[in-house]
């Protein structure tokens, strides 16, 4: 048989028809298990699944999806879970909806960075946050489609920069605000560089040049020799996931 259900009371079918209770399934073709409550044959309720590819989630379930709030684990990219092809290894804790994250969650990735806020039909978007583990360097403000659009740049010394994002990059107008309350208000371009690595491998990188309008003579230099310059390392690996 290609599938069988465990009962509460001890027995067990091929089917799960019209059962109304908590039961264990095992898929045995896809190498797959759920654990909790059905009703009227569907997964609805609480319950646990395990995915062939080790990925598993443990949450609300309706109409056999998971809807509600849980936590998936993602071991692995695998086709055993479509909605995990595209996702990092990692942690998410929230809500769902027709089985994709969607309203208000935390995802944690193997490098301790976090993402917390809103999530639509799977990717970020809305208010969110996302924290630099290693260097505890912040992007914060208004997400779409996964990227950041509007919003700060925050380093960990206070300082941070506001204004518009492309690419999950600074990139057209917006201001520097320094430790010592000092503003330079200016914009950002990007340009594509293409860089040769020592094994010879080209790789096309992300330039950002900064153009203040401010009065102060320096503030330009100020802020692409600033520390900011010291994080740009973080962005560009960011851009690249």
């Known amino acids: 048989a290609e ?18 209770g908590r039961g264990k399934a095992l898929y045995i073709t896809k190498g797959e298990s759920y654990e909790g409550d059905f ?5 609805e309720g609480k319950g646990k699944y395990l995915y062939s590819n080790g990925n598993e989630y443990d949450g609300d ?12 684990i993602y071991r692995q990219k695998g086709e055993g879970d479509k909605e995990a092809e595209k996702v990092d290894k990692g942690e998410y804790y929230g809500y769902w909806e027709n089985g994709q994250r969607h309203g208000e969650g935390i995802f944690s990735y193997p490098s301790k960075d976090t993402y917390s806020g809103w999530w639509k039909y799977g990717k970020r978007e809305g208010k969110g946050t996302y924290t630099y583990a290693e260097s505890g360097m912040k992007l914060t403000g208004v997400w779409a489609s996964g990227q950041i659009t509007k919003g700060k740049w925050i380093f960990p010394n206070g300082t941070y920069y506001e204004g518009m994002f492309e690419k999950n990059m600074p990139n057209g107008k917006g201001k520097w605000v320094f430790t010592n309350e000092n503003i330079a208000e200016g914009s950002y371009k990007q340009e594509l560089e293409e860089k040769e690595s020592v094994e010879g491998d080209k790789k096309t990188e992300v330039k950002l040049t900064w153009k203040s309008t401010a009065r102060v003579i320096d503030s330009a230099e100020q802020v692409n020799s600033c520390e900011a310059k010291k994080y740009q390392r973080n962005l560009f690996d960011y851009f690249q996931l």
């Open 3 to 20: 599938y069988k259900l465990e009962r509460e009371t001890g027995e067990t079918t091929t089917s799960s028809r019209e059962f109304t």
């Open 39 to 43: 009703v009227n044959g569907i997964r």
């Open 61 to 72: 379930f309706k109409d056999n999806k998971k809807h509600g709030v849980g936590k998936m």
